[in-house]
């Protein structure tokens, strides 16, 4: 009986940092920011119940065309991410060697090296008009005056590629790694060509691993601020600023927990349905990747 007792003060012991973490810096602040979102300022310091905040979302075009937007864009990127980082991780995973495997994975790391804000500015440096490649262009007589390259739905897509390549590349490694060779073997064995051992092999199993690092990259992508405002500009709408700006510039605090509310709900919504299309579960791809 002691020593059972003991096993659940151990265990108790080892989940309750955890458990704090989970309560006081996720629950609870999502708990506020409803509580938050559902008041409606009626008076000086007098507020109300009320779906107000929610109601002028929806009467407001420019307010649920941003959040589509940026949803839209989230996914081309999470798309181009899968597309560019599947063939690194299956490289790194399956065909590299331990050194090899150790120096992809350094580079995949360089860009986390740097907070979001230096990776920006050194875009920025990069493509703007007095920037490296706008200056090469002219060396080479390709163009004949300065060329700006920032301040575009392609430059904040590429950047955000950029940003998100790791949290693509880890999740597919870890699941492509358990993958037996065998089974590849046995693909090529029976008559497959390359696409067919993919498409019928490597893909489905690999499956766990890709929906765990679209849910990531979306995520990040949807909520990303500063990669959006720098290099997209004034051109450049995303849900995230309208957050900033009810909170920061307008002082509508109610408003702007509102609308993170209803990102958090839109992009619950859209992992919701990804996860239907491709047959997964939360829980199994957690546990595969």
């Avoid at 490289?91 to 790391?109: D, M, P, Q, S």
């Avoid at 904040?156 to 490694?173: C, D, N, S």
């Avoid at 709408?237 to 510039?249: A, C, L, M, P, V």
Wanted: glycine share 8%.
């Amino acid at each position: 009986m002691l020593n059972k007792d003991f096993k659940r003060l151990v265990l108790i012991l080892l989940f309750a940092p955890f458990a704090l973490w989970i309560s006081l810096l996720i629950i609870l602040p999502h708990i506020g920011m409803v509580a938050l979102s559902l008041r409606e300022k009626v008076a000086p310091r007098v507020y109300e119940f009320s779906f107000a905040n929610y109601l002028d979302f929806i009467n407001e075009p420019i307010y649920w065309n941003t959040l589509l937007r940026t949803g839209s864009m989230s996914l081309l990127v999470t798309a181009l991410a899968l597309l560019i980082g599947f063939p690194i991780a299956y490289y790194i995973a399956k065909l590299a060697g331990n050194r090899t495997r150790g120096a992809l994975f350094l580079l995949c790391l360089v860009p986390l090296w740097v907070s979001d804000l230096i990776r920006a500015f050194g875009w920025i440096l990069l493509l703007r008009e007095t920037g490296v490649v706008s200056s090469a262009l002219q060396w080479t007589g390709l163009v004949e005056g300065p060329v700006e390259l920032l301040y575009n739905d392609v430059t904040v897509i590429v950047g955000l590629v950029y940003t998100v390549m790791l949290f693509m590349i880890v999740p597919l490694v870890s699941t492509l790694d358990g993958m037996d060779n065998a089974m590849v073997e046995a693909g090529y064995n029976l008559g497959g060509n390359g696409f067919t051992v993919l498409r019928r092999i490597i893909i489905p199993y690999a499956m766990p691993g890709i929906v765990a690092g679209c849910i990531v990259v979306f995520m990040l992508t949807a909520g990303s601020y500063l990669t959006p405002i720098l290099l997209g500009g004034k051109n450049s709408s995303w849900f995230t600023e309208q957050i900033y700006n009810q909170f920061i510039t307008r002082f509508n605090w109610e408003a702007g927990a509102a609308f993170g509310m209803l990102l958090l709900l839109f992009t619950s919504i859209v992992i919701w349905l990804g996860l239907k299309l491709s047959g997964q579960t939360l829980s199994n791809t957690i546990a595969k990747s």
